[in-house]
């Protein structure tokens, strides 16, 4: 495919819980987000996708309308599936414009026009605006959406599984996930003072019993927390890929991620 | 193609004189928006898709950044080219809150997430979100855009070009194309008051002539005006449609052409 001709980018994925006040109504961070666009700029990498989350843009939206359930019928839920795409679509604008502002050339891109489902899983992906993009030397940046599906009617499309396969697609040598808290633990950090962040994990063995210990994931999230993180994230390790988990609300972590520097975090490898 | 499957969609266009103040900044026209939303509350279509341009939002920014050109390199364009589409879903969304606030199903569909072109013409576009939102009873909402372009960088896909092209694939039985004037004229009405109105223009033979009537468009326009709005149609009705060029700025016109009645105007036929 000629349009994929495009040096492989990092994917960075910032969380809903970096870039929004996850339990307050469309209240984006924006010192987070005026933070992180500075730290890209400073990191200038040569090839990057940014994906974010939804947080209290998408989620609530979603949870109101049980989008998770698919289309049940009625002009309700219907209107409610446009709704939740437009309050998506105004956090995206919002970090465009953070990053435009410091000299970032990025373009935001519609998940929903971009992808579409079935039954719930990526089952069709319009790379052309991305790879060109890319060509243009721009930072694409790209978000959990409602998109249509195939069979369900409609369905939720998470940043986590859109950079997975983002990352995938476009054999990123690092999908770097941005999160509120330092990585995996063996047990909820904020519940337990005992547990430990783990630093590896080789996705072929050992996941099912970090998976056991992320079991309960902390807030509710209709996109499934920690532990589809790691499901998702899974796929694009198994293929080659190297994933890193770390906590993009504390200063720096981005800017030293994208520069290939060390950081504390969870990494995940095959 | 499966995803085509749908009852084929009239394609309604509203240009963007007729959705904002084309010279000024970014002001859309509420009152317009709103009578529109309700007539087609009105006269609810069975399948629709509605094209909006850019008037005051996208041509502004495209003119300063020179978008028509191209991209010649430089981060300042290619801001330029993100600032022009984020303009752009700014006014989408603005359509497509008035739509659902009557309880239309409403969809905003980014163009430039759907579509890419090739020196200036669309080269692939993207169905499936739309076929999808169809299928589901929904009204995509879309838009003439700034896209990447696979030899320019990038370029301007007009609102008449996109209709054009999805009434053809569509196979649409009509495309409405709703402006600020009555129709076609001989000459430009509001400079030659012995100006009349075409009735009906057969687009095979007596085009050519139609068309060094419109030469000189009233407006300034980075897409071309009432020429390129011909130039652009003639393909789709070429292919056996038909198309009605009708003043949306009357009231009551928008619902009645959606009701199959007769609306003065210039209709376009093979």
Sequence with gaps: MKSLKVKP???????????????RLETPRLDVIRRVALE???AKPESLILVHGGGGFGHPHALTHRLMEGFKGGLSQLVGFSETRL???????????????????????????????REGRISSLNLKPLSGALRLGGVPVIYGDAVIDEVQGFTIVSGDMLSSVLARRFR???????VDVDGIYTDDPKLNPEAKLIRRIKVGRGLKGVLEGVEGSRSLD?????????????RYV??????LIFNALKAGNVARVLKGLEVEGTLLEN
Excluded: Y
């Design 9 to 23: 980018p990092v994917v960075l994925k910032l969380g809903g819980s970096v870039v929004t006040f996850k339990d």
């Design 40 to 42: 890209i700029a400073e």
């Design 87 to 117: 309050a998506m679509a105004r956090l995206n604008s919002l970090m465009v414009e953070a990053l435009n502002r410091v000299g970032i050339p990025a373009l935001g891109f519609q998940t929903s026009a971009l992808v579409t489902a």
């Design 172 to 178: 990123s040598p690092l999908l770097a996930l941005g």
């Design 222 to 234: 209709v996109t499934g927390g920690m532990k589809h993180k790691l499901l998702e994230v899974k």
């Design 238 to 243: 198994a293929s080659g890929g190297k994933a």
